[in-house]
């Protein structure tokens, strides 16, 4: 696992029908051995319009949360694809279902 922690991999996020739709970032998948299974979203320009509503509704909440996990917020809200996460953050996301194991 060494290896794939630094390797450099360009952030994308994934929908795992086979999980129900859930999203899950690509190094886990890769980890977990299935992204075989799973269909590659790419960020595109509507991404980006639901990224920047999601920054602006976070920050005038006054709740931010690191930028990478609202590219994951936003590619979820986008695709009305729940987020696959332990982190609590994503429930301060307007429009996002989040859930656990």
């Given at each position: ?31 977990a051995g299935m992204l ?34 609202v590219w994951i917020a936003a590619l979820s ?25």
């Open positions: 696992m060494g290896e794939l922690e630094s390797a450099p991999i360009e952030f994308q996020a994934t929908c795992d029908v086979a999980q129900g739709g859930a999203l899950l970032a690509l190094p886990a998948l890769l980890a075989d299974r799973s269909t590659v979203l790419d960020i595109g320009i509507e991404t980006a319009r639901h990224y920047a509503a999601i920054r602006l509704e976070l920050k005038r909440a006054g709740t931010p949360i690191p930028a990478n996990d809200r986008q695709h009305a694809f729940p987020v696959m996460s332990r982190d609590t953050h994503f429930d301060f996301v307007g429009g996002l279902r989040r859930r656990t194991w």
